[in-house]
């Protein structure tokens, strides 16, 4: 997992990085998600450099939380891809949500792999088994439900 800030008022970076190798950690220790070790780039950004890409690449001209890209054609075969985060819509979702700015970065980044490993929440079976999966792996860093707000440890798989 590398870690770049190229924008955005991130605190405590050095600690945010040991935070995302953590949620990332949690997703690799399923042997039913991933095969092997893989690289993955996260980018603590900002809302207007986040905005830019949304637009460019989703045809959305606004800030979102997180993006993910797969990596593109001629990357090695152990990159996965870049998850890109939106400092201002993460810190404000954070704090309308009452979560701390830390469990939702972790959330952010769970999610975003799981885009990386090919999950959508397009259809609502796929967004049910997307959700069950964040859910169980937030429990294992402690982090509680961010659909029901509750710390639910017994998610079926």
Known sequence: MDLIHDGGDWPEPA??????????????ARPSLMAGALDVTVVLSSDAAVAAL??????????????????????????????????????REAHDDGI???DHVQHLVVHGLL??????????EAAERM????????????IANPYTAALETGIKE
């Open 54 to 91: 949304n637009a460019q690449f989703r045809g959305k001209d606004k800030p979102t939380n997180v993006l993910s890209f797969p990596a593109g054609p001629g990357a090695p075969a152990s990159t996965l891809g870049e998850i890109v985060l939106a400092f201002e819509t993460v810190e």
């Open 15 to 28: 600690r945010l990085a040991l935070l995302i190798d953590r949620a990332a950690a949690e997703v690799a």
């Open 100 to 102: 701390t700015m830390t």
């Open 115 to 124: 885009h990386l490993l090919g999950f959508d929440h397009e259809a609502a």
């Open 131 to 142: 959700e069950q999966l964040e859910i169980a792996i937030l429990a294992n860093l402690g």
